[in-house]
């Protein structure tokens, strides 16, 4: 797709140097119940794997050799595809229908970009929610009455034209479902809106930005995503069901995960494959609540609002130490300019992080490492809540820009609230720890290095700290 007639955005505009339009994305968080052995975790039970792709590592190609969430930018076939859905509904006004359409085309494109990348096709399940997260229903070739050949080059079609998905996608409905679902309507799968993601100003063309929304889904059936064989280009075929033709497309994507989001999340930490703060930091989520001890995990997973603490149910807001998130630690949030909404997906908070390089330190070498490899320096990028480093959250608060100091007989500046600690590393961004607390509605958890504690010098805070 060259460009976006909805949102404005193409990958052309703008001058070199400059940021780019953030062009509009989706992406899909999937939940697989999984009884398989070879989890370490006794609290994941059933276990929780997630499905994710290592992009592809040619020249050119976006977060090149990053393991991420499959997902990709939202076509105008999707957004067409929306507006016939939409026709025959009524609105209070034209922009009720508008913030409808696009959010259905998120939807759709989330369901389209997993189908072309891994060859999983989600449609609508007849099972309930599990807490508040939608379940959705795995389709293979076989159900679907296709050979893995034939699905293998649907794939290639909706890959060249996204306008072939919408009758691909109704046929195999009927066929592995029937009837029952409105002809009126188009069988996307159901999912939550989860969290959203824009790349910041920082980054300028000819790199892309992208304004990601990530959707969240649990499949309905156990061991969907539970590897049977590994093959060459990642998991060839799954444990139950007939969920077949699922594998890497070797354009986009190299190579399939199905791990817990635990797992993932130690890998990364290890430096064993790159991951990008925002996928980093929803793993972290999730592995926080699925380690919630609880006899439903799942209905632990929040949206992720980074909000005033008066704007949220006060049973939300417990923390994962088991006490309340202290009120006084939090702030409002900044957030790109725009207006409210009353949607689900239009109440996530646009997180856009900030980098604070100067405030960075080198990373403390691993006990018991042989020889360093050269010392690896990080800094922390800040996240919407943190009033420690960042003087638009402390305004947002009420606070004054700049935390007093220690000479002037007041307290030291508080602890970072929200954040994520990364180091430059072969061209990318390598994820050495994240950490969040007090933060209304949503759990506590550090995972990795959480260095970084607001610089102090000669009784005061710096100015690089809290200039941001």
Excluded at 2 to 24: C, N, Q, V, W, Y
Excluded at 68 to 93: L, Q, S
Excluded at 397 to 412: V, Y
């Amino acid at each position: 797709m060259s460009g976006d007639a909805h949102t404005g955005s193409s990958k052309d505009d703008g001058e070199i140097g400059l940021p780019m339009t953030p062009r509009l994305s989706s992406t899909l968080v999937i939940l697989a119940p999984s009884r398989s052995s070879g989890s370490t975790r006794s609290w994941e039970a059933p276990w929780m794997r997630t499905l994710m792709v290592q992009r592809s590592s040619r020249k050119g190609s976006s977060f090149r050799s990053a393991v991420v969430f499959p997902g990709g930018v939202v076509d105008d076939a999707d957004f067409e595809t929306a507006e016939i859905a939409c026709e025959a509904k009524t609105y209070n006004d034209e922009k009720e229908r508008k913030a409808e359409v696009k959010e259905l085309a998120i939807r759709i494109a989330a369901v389209r970009e997993t189908f072309e990348e891994t060859g999983l096709l989600l449609v609508p399940s007849r099972a309930e929610a599990r807490g508040s997260i939608p379940r959705c229903r795995a389709v293979g070739a076989g159900e679907a009455g296709m050979s893995v050949e034939e699905w293998t080059a649907m794939r290639d079609k909706v890959h060249t034209s996204a306008k072939t998905f919408l009758p691909f996608l109704q046929k195999v409905y009927e066929r592995s479902i029937g009837s029952g679902f409105p002809k009126e309507s188009i069988p996307v799968a159901n999912m939550a809106a989860y969290s959203r993601w824009i790349t910041p100003k920082t980054v300028v063309r000819p790199a892309k930005r992208f304004d990601a929304h990530f959707m969240l889904t649990v499949l309905d059936a156990e061991d969907v995503l539970s590897p049977a064989g590994p093959g060459p280009s990642g998991v060839e075929r799954m444990a139950s069901g007939d969920v077949s033709g699922l594998s890497a497309d070797q354009q986009e994507v190299q190579m399939l995960r199905t791990d817990t989001p635990a797992e993932l999340v130690e890998e990364a930490l290890a430096q064993k494959l790159i991951m990008f703060p925002p996928q980093f930091y929803i793993l972290a989520d999730l592995a926080s609540a699925l380690a919630q001890p609880v006899e439903e995990p799942l209905s632990t997973i929040r949206p992720l609002i980074f909000s005033d603490p008066k704007s949220r149910d006060a049973d939300q807001s417990s923390s994962a130490h088991g006490g309340p998130a202290s009120s006084a630690t939090v702030s409002s949030v900044i957030t790109e300019s725009r207006k409210a909404s009353m949607s689900p997906m239009g109440q996530l908070t646009a997180v856009e992080p900030r980098a604070v390089v100067e405030s960075g330190a080198p990373v403390p070498s691993k006990a018991g490492a042989a020889e360093e490899q050269g010392q690896q320096y990080a800094f922390p990028l800040v996240l919407p809540g943190d009033v420690a480093s960042s003087a638009p959250q402390r305004l947002a608060a009420g606070l004054p820009a700049r935390a007093p100091g220690r000479r002037q007989g007041r307290e030291a500046p508080p602890p970072p609230l929200n954040r994520v600690i990364v180091s430059p590393r072969a061209g990318n961004l390598s994820v050495c720890g994240v950490i969040r607390r007090g933060m209304p509605g949503l759990h506590d958890f550090t995972f990795g290095w959480p260095g970084l504690e607001p610089a102090v010098k000669d009784g005061a805070e710096t100015a690089a700290t809290a200039r941001l």
